[in-house]
């Protein structure tokens, strides 16, 4: 889920652009670069995603990383929803994803941890 929500979401922002959001009467080259730039940003953090998931325990620092900047992406939506208000059902959900990432994986980190007498016995 952690790596295909931000694989759908950059590709829909590269290949779509924020017309999916806005008429393109309202849209500029500016606004719709910096858009498809996020997209591309957004789409090398679910390759580091992805690229984690088959050998987790050894890349479980990468995981935390790649998990922190999609909080950060969360902490921007907390703020735009503090200048401009609520958004939809979909994007709460989104939120509620993008900031909980974060902790599961520190918590799956600290469960693949080896253990100190896991550690001695090697």
Do not use: K, N
Request: hydrophobic share 55%.
């Amino acid at each position: 889920m952690l790596a295909l929500i931000p694989t759908i979401s950059s590709l829909l922002m590269l290949f779509v652009g924020v017309e999916r959001f806005l008429e393109p009467a309202q849209i500029d080259a500016a606004l719709d670069s910096t858009y498809r730039y996020l997209g591309g940003v957004y789409l090398g953090v679910a390759l580091v995603a992805w690229w984690c998931i088959p050998r987790i325990e050894e890349r479980s620092e990468a995981l935390v990383a790649v998990t922190g900047a999609i909080f950060l992406g969360g902490i921007g939506r907390l703020v735009s929803i503090a200048d401009f208000g609520a958004p939809s059902a979909a994007t709460w959900a989104f939120l509620v994803i993008e900031l909980g990432a974060l902790f599961l994986a520190l918590a799956l980190r600290r469960s693949l941890a080896p253990t100190p007498h896991a550690r001695s016995a090697s």
